[in-house]
């Protein structure tokens, strides 16, 4: 079955750029989507198709794929930022989709 | 205004048969492109996909739990059916519905979710 692989955590100081990835075995052909969840809310899609924004989520939300990684940068971080982050693919290998996701990052702002 | 809503029990026990409900509104799963899916959390865990219908009634499951997984869909009633057999504690979280739309393969809206709780 595809793992999706990503950091457990990741430390940020506000003002500041974070990345968060996201590996799995040639991710570059595939779609990923990225998920924000805040404590005790449901998911919100902030990036789809690698690098797409939904309306309404800021610009400082963008995404890139590429190889073996896709990432996720937050620019300009701000403490609403504050959230555990997802990423998602569907694997069709096996002759049918069949939704991932990867174990989430934590995303602290100092 | 796209809205979905998941309906069920929220404590069943060890070995008993889940029925979770999704009802949402703003769509048609009879829209060519439209699919739901569910995807649950254990407290303190990641994500888990566990199964998805589309407008055309084709099902995919995941693939460690598909021997205990059915879901449906009663278009006239705008619902999202899923069963899970046999629950066990590690069954123990809070399901999500959510919709895949026609032109983001993302799951673009989500339900609240629902706790279940597995506990005898």
């Known amino acids: 079955s595809y793992v999706l692989t990503q950091p457990p955590s990741v430390s940020v100081a506000p003002g500041q750029t974070a990345r968060i990835t996201c590996g799995g075995n040639n991710i570059g052909s595939k779609s990923v989507h990225w998920y924000q969840q805040k404590p005790g809310q449901a998911p919100v899609l902030v990036v789809y198709d690698d690098s797409d924004r939904p309306s309404g989520i800021p610009e400082r939300f963008s995404g890139s794929n590429s190889g073996n990684t896709a990432t996720l940068t937050i620019s300009r971080v701000e403490a609403g930022d504050e959230a555990d982050y997802y990423c998602?693919?569907?694997?069709?290998?096996?002759?049918?989709?069949?939704?991932?996701f990867g174990g989430g990052t934590k995303l602290t702002v100092l | 205004q796209v809205t979905l809503k998941e309906s069920g029990p929220a404590l069943v026990k060890p070995t008993q048969t889940l029925t979770l409900t999704c009802t949402f509104s703003?769509?048609?799963?009879?829209?060519?492109?439209?699919?739901v899916s569910w995807i649950r959390q254990p407290p303190g865990k990641a994500l888990e996909w566990l199964a998805r219908i589309d407008w055309d009634d084709d099902k995919f499951y995941s693939t460690s739990l598909k021997t205990r997984l059915t879901i449906s869909k009663d278009t006239s009633k705008n619902q999202v059916v899923l069963t899970m057999t046999n629950m066990d504690p590690v069954d123990t979280a809070t399901y999500y519905c959510?919709?895949?739309?026609?032109?983001?393969?993302?799951?673009?809206?989500w339900g609240q979710g629902t706790l279940v709780t597995v506990s005898s």
């Open positions: 998602q693919v569907w694997d069709s290998s096996s002759d049918h989709p069949i939704g991932v």
């Open positions: 959510a919709r895949t739309g026609i032109a983001v393969a993302g799951f673009d809206y």
């Open positions: 703003g769509f048609s799963l009879s829209t060519s492109g439209m699919r």
